[in-house]
Structures are given as C-alpha cells and as structure tokens.
C-alpha cells in the first residue's frame, strides 16, 4: 500500500469512526455496504480529500456517479461512457470492474485513491 | 371522547454544570455547592464582553453506553457540545427508564420533543464559508441534534424541535405531556439543551446589559437578591422519559414524577422586557390544567434569572396569582446554583421539581441574601428546606414574552 493509499484509509477512519483500520479497511472495501457510509459522510470524504492533498474543489459527484447504486447492470457501452466522463477510470481500478462485470469498484476505496492520484497528476 | 391519561417520568439525564448523574446533582443541589465557576484563558472571546464566570457543563464521554457500538460512538466525536449533551442526557434518560435498546424504542414507538435555541453555529465563526467542511450548513438547523439523537438512540417516533428561547425546554416537557394526556403517543423522551457559551451570544447578552458582569463565581447569581445585576450564563441538558401511567405500570417502570398542569401565555407587550402579566398567565393556566387552585402549591421552583426586570416582574406574577400565600410560598431558583441554561432551564427544573416533592426538600436561592421593594417573597435562603406538599410548579420565560409552566404532583 502506498502513502496516498494509506491516508486515505486514515481519513476515512476518522470520518466513518472506523477504529480497527487492519481489519475492516481495505482498498476494496465498499464505502457503503462495509463501511455504512451515507450521504453526509460522501460530502466529508471529499472536503477532507481537498484539504489533505490540495486538490482543489471536489464535489462527490466527480468521484461517485450518480445512481451508481441503483444501476447495477453493467454493459461495455455504459462502461465505455463512465470512462469518458470519469478519466480517473483506469488502471486496477478499470481492471477490478471488468473482471467483475460490476460498477461496485467505483463505490470502493480504491476508486477514491485513483481520483486522488488522477487529480494529482493532472494538477495545473 | 377517550379519558385523560396519567402522565408519569420514568427515566431522567442530564449535563449540568454539577454534573451528569441526577442523584448527585440534586445532592449538590439541596446541599448549595456551586456550579458557576471563572472562566479561563480558554474562554477568552467570552471575557472580552465582560462576561467572566459562567456555569459550564463537563465534557462528556460516551465510553460507558455498553450498548451503543463502536461507530456510532466514534461519529459522536466530532459533533458539537450541545448536541452531545442532549444526546448524553437523551441515552441516560432512556437507560434509566429501561428503554435503551432498538427493540424497546420500536416496541413504543418512541420519539422525541426537543427544545433547543438557535443554531448560529458559532464554531465555525472566523473560518471562511468555502473553507468550511460543507456539512457546517445542516448544523444551522436547530433540529438537527435531534435528528442525531434520533439516529444514536434509534428513535423513529414522533419528532419536533422547539425553538422559543428560554421556555423551550419547558414546552417540550408540556407537548409531550399534552400527547401522551390524549392517548397520542404512549412514551416520549422530551428534553432541552443549550450551549450559548460563545463570542456571538456573549456581545449580545452583554450589550443588551441582560448578563452579570461579576467577577466573582462564587456570588455573581443571585436571583430576587436587591444586588443582582444580571445572568450568568450556563451549559446543560436534561431529558425526561414521559409515559402514561398505564403504559408504565405495565412495563414494571419506576415512575419517579407525575405531571399534572401545563400553562402558556405571550406577554404581547415587548421583546426583551418581561411581563408579570404573561406570567401570571402562564401560571394561571397550568393550575387551570391541573383543576387545582394556588393554595394547592407547595413550592415554586421559579424562573428567577438574576436579571433585575425577570425576577420583579415574576414576583409580581406570584403575587397576582398566590395573592396573600405569595408571602409564604417557598420559591427558589435553581440559576443560582449552575446559571441559566437557557432552553435546557425548564427541564433542568422539572427535574428539581421531581425530586423537591420525592424528598419533600426544596433547594435554597444561593446568594440570596436580602430582597427589595418588589421582591419581598419567601425565598428559600437556606441551602434546603424541609416542605411538605404535595404539587409544585415550575416557571420559565424567554426573549419575545413567552412564558411556560409545570406543575408536578407527588407520586
């Protein structure tokens, strides 16, 4: 696990009251269904992303796309679009939705490092 | 047309200045320790306003709510002090009417009724609105503590939050009882908090010449005392679980305090002076409510602020309605024991009510130590006084002329 990794599993320790960080937070736990996020907390998980690693204005929307949680089936085409709209789409993060034929990746820890890393490196 | 219901307190919590644990609290009470304390260099946005002593709440842990998981305790860490105070003292209160489980709040269909002041949401005051955490804008909603206690306390009844100053807390005491009285709801947990320990409140209070400016904790509250020289102010929650007697009876619930009478009234007249008419109304209202007659009151558990107009205007409203029993009435304020707690007062009260007619003692008025030509009633100088009675009441007043009294019975 890398550094941006690791303090974004400490931000989302403190912002979910998550205190045993070993055993519940991994890169591939679901922000909602492990780790009981709710609206509230989305919009804190993005302030707190702005501040830790000065990326500028984030809205939960950039990161999350909306009705991700209602539209559970998955096509190339849709997937296609989301990489269009969502350019942090790449790397493990891409490879962890193909091989699971889901979106659910996008609603995981490992989606919120890979914005990170994408907004960093596209940083004006 | 259904009969009334009988409406009972089974569980009681609180924050105040002399603690969290009631039994104690009445104990500090009756014995007359001090909750007002000098504030430090903590409190230095206060003192520039010439406010330096106040009557401030611990800080509270939720370590010991065995029942209450780890996330939910964690979340509660970053919440501000008033809505962890009216959490605390909601969790207490249920515990101790043995409703702190999901189950038991599903089972009774509990909620809650919640008087609050406002939200100016003080602590994020010099930080710039695009810097602040965007959640900052639904803590500028009163309701909001208790839309989170709703969610620690998994309550998913009936839910209202007042906002009416300083009666706010007596209003949801009275509404709640109004619901159960008519069959409404069965339990209610009903409370008051208030924190307005803060740079805003402070210039308000002190520029409008309503707050004390002694330097001194040990005598600056000094309700109906001729040297009164205005509010000390105070931190604290407190809520009651009210249930219908019926309801209680069947649970095998301790029923610690009985509510008989409810009484409002608006003084019309001005925003910031009070009015012994409003009053006596109030007072008149809820002996109305209770079909008892004033010579039926054993005590007065007053609102008694320590500011010059609130307790000449309340003494005349005494008068009014006490007529020549005004005399002898025992009457005290819990303000000069822990300040004014604002909204939270009126529960803090019902609290001291409950307990005056259980112990049949009364607490005294701290620094009381001679009155004037206005306030020349029976205050209990004394650190307690032995009462026998049977009814009490209990008064409160708030900005705006809005006036609200209890009456308890003893069970």
């Known amino acids: ?124 | 047309m259904q009969s009334k219901q009988e409406v009972v307190v089974t569980g009681i919590g609180m924050v105040t200045p002399l603690g969290f644990e009631y039994e104690e609290v009445w104990n500090k009470l009756i014995t007359g320790e001090n909750g007002v304390r000098r504030l430090g260099r903590d409190y230095e946005e206060i003192i520039k306003h010439d406010i330096y002593v106040a009557g401030v709440s611990p800080e509270v842990s939720f370590d010991n709510f065995e029942k209450l998981d780890q996330r939910k305790k964690s979340k509660l860490k970053n919440m501000n002090k008033a809505t962890k105070m009216i959490i605390y003292s909601g969790l207490k209160a249920l515990e101790d009417a043995g409703l702190d489980t999901a189950v038991d709040c599903e089972k009774y269909n509990i909620g809650s009724i919640i008087g609050t002041g406002t939200a100016l949401v003080d602590r994020y005051e010099g930080i710039s609105i695009d810097e602040r955490n965007p959640s900052w804008f639904l803590e500028t909603y009163p309701n909001i503590m208790n839309g989170y206690l709703s969610i620690i306390a998994s309550l998913k009844g009936y839910g209202s939050t007042i906002v009416n100053a300083c009666v706010g807390g007596t209003q949801a005491i009275g509404e709640a009882f109004k619901k159960i009285q008519y069959g409404e709801e069965e339990i209610l947990l009903a409370g008051g908090v208030d924190d307005k320990l803060s740079n805003i409140y402070a210039s308000g209070f002190s520029r409008l010449k309503m707050s004390s400016s002694s330097y001194y904790p040990e005598i600056a509250s000094r309700p109906f005392d001729e040297n009164r020289n205005g509010l000390v102010f105070g931190q604290g929650a407190c809520c009651l679980v009210l249930e219908s007697l019926d309801c209680a009876k069947k649970r095998g619930a301790n029923v610690k305090g009985k509510i008989v009478g409810y009484g409002n009234s608006m003084d019309a007249e001005s925003i910031i002076d009070t009015s012994s008419k409003g009053k006596a109304k109030a007072m008149r209202r809820a002996l109305d409510d209770a079909k008892l007659e004033a010579k039926d009151i054993g005590y007065i558990n007053a609102h008694g602020t320590s500011t010059i107009i609130n307790d000449k205007e309340e003494s005349l409203a005494i008068k009014e309605v006490f007529g020549e029993y005004a005399n002898k009435i025992p009457i005290s304020s819990t303000k000069s024991l822990i300040g004014h707690t604002f909204a939270a007062c009126g529960v803090i009260q019902s609290f001291v009510c409950i307990k005056s007619l259980e112990s049949q003692k009364v607490h005294g008025n701290r620094n009381f130590k001679s009155g004037d030509s206005h306030c020349n009633l029976n205050y209990v100088k004394s650190a307690h006084s032995d009462v026998k009675m049977n009814y009490c009441i209990s008064n409160t007043s708030g900005l705006g002329g809005c006036n609200s009294s209890l009456i308890f019975k003893k069970v």
């Open chain 1, 1 to 124: 696990m890398n550094k941006r990794e690791e303090k974004i599993i400490e931000m989302l320790s403190e912002i979910l009251g998550i205190e045993d960080i070993v055993d519940t937070i991994t890169l591939d736990s679901n922000l909602v269904n492990d780790l009981g996020a709710e609206s509230i907390d989305f919009i804190d998980i993005c302030f707190q992303a702005e501040k830790i690693f000065k990326i500028g204005k984030v809205q939960a929307t950039d990161i999350f796309p909306d009705g991700l949680k209602n539209d559970v089936e998955f096509s190339e085409g849709k997937l296609n679009k989301l990489i269009r709209e969502y350019p942090y789409i790449y790397g493990e993060l891409l490879d962890k939705i193909k091989s699971k034929k889901s979106y659910e990746p996008l609603l995981t820890v490992r989606a919120i490092s890979s914005y990170v890393e994408w907004r960093l490196a596209n940083a004006k």
